[in-house]
């Protein structure tokens, strides 16, 4: 059995080293209260170092504290996770010290937050809206009046300044392409990636999703809900609503001959029958029985 990798990790190694020497630094698995809760990536502005000249799609409009929350292609990104990553920034912002007197917390415009996604967020598009910035990349306006960045590493245009995506796309012609194209700050981070990389790669790590995979995923979700919700709906229909779904015979099968003659009246149960066949039985019950010897 394949153990699975540490994609969390993986990817925040990987954001560690593309700000390498730049004026941003990275911090990863960041405890954000004192009950352990981890926030997946911080990218906080310095003033040291080199700007970036190029940022890959999505990361253009960084600011001063960046929170960013990620799901790999073993996960889905729905809208609870946003929650959390808003509980995050209200945690964040609450710590952060704003080097005023009265302790006022920082503006909001030194906050950006970001989702990272392998997958596109199918059931997520149905509780929250999304607007296209670019491919690969949306907006979703969350708790609190804030702007949710939205990335999709699988559907971001296939460039160099890309291949940080790319790399993390969960499509194997993806990861290729980025593999050779990368620019690692650090050689020994590189090194230790590429190891990782290729030993997952062998063991056919990378499984894209595919329109099956949604479809099954809808189908799961729907049964799901319409089970939440068949109580209810069940007490709102008047029982001949939901009978008038049922043929004869679907309702019979449901019953025992027992629990169908006790319902029926003794005239009932003997309409349609001839008076010969009715004598018959009755006959048949007068008759006594022989005894075992």
């Known amino acids: 059995m394949t153990k699975r990798l540490h994609w969390h990790r993986l990817f925040g190694i990987t954001l560690l080293d593309y700000f390498s020497g730049s004026n941003y630094e990275v911090e990863l698995e960041k405890d954000l209260s004192t009950q352990k809760q981890l926030l997946d990536v911080l990218i906080i502005k310095r003033t040291a170092g080199q700007p970036l000249d190029q940022l890959p799609d999505g990361l253009e409009n960084l600011s001063k504290h960046n929170l960013l929350t990620y799901k790999s292609h073993h996960e889905p990104l729905d809208s609870w996770a946003l929650k959390e990553l808003l509980g995050h920034y209200v945690n964040y912002r609450k710590q952060t010290p704003s080097g005023l007197k009265n302790k006022e917390l920082l503006p909001e415009a030194n906050f950006q937050l970001y989702a990272v996604c392998t997958r596109y967020p199918q059931q997520l598009i149905k509780e929250v809206p999304l607007v296209k910035i670019q491919n690969g990349v949306y907006e979703a306006i969350g708790g609190f009046n804030s702007t949710v960045r939205i990335i999709v590493t699988s559907k971001v245009p296939k460039t ?16 290729k392409y980025a593999q050779g194209r990368h620019c690692w700050r650090n050689p020994k981070t590189s090194t230790v990636v590429n190891q990782m990389y290729q030993y997952y790669t062998t063991e056919e790590v990378f499984m894209p999703y595919t329109m099956e995979d949604y479809h099954r995923e809808a189908k799961v979700f729907l049964i799901n809900q319409v089970k939440e919700n068949l109580d209810m709906v069940l007490e709102e229909l008047p029982p001949e609503e939901i009978l008038k779904r049922l043929s004869p015979d679907d309702i019979v099968k449901r019953l025992s001959p027992d ?17 010969e066949v009715i004598e018959a039985y009755l006959a048949k019950l007068k008759k006594p029985r022989k005894r075992k010897s």
């Open 160 to 175: 160099a300044k890309n291949t940080l995506w790319q790399l993390f796309s969960g499509v194997a012609a993806l990861f």
């Open 259 to 275: 629990d169908i003659v006790k319902r029926l009246s003794p005239e009932t149960r003997l309409q349609g029958l001839s008076p």
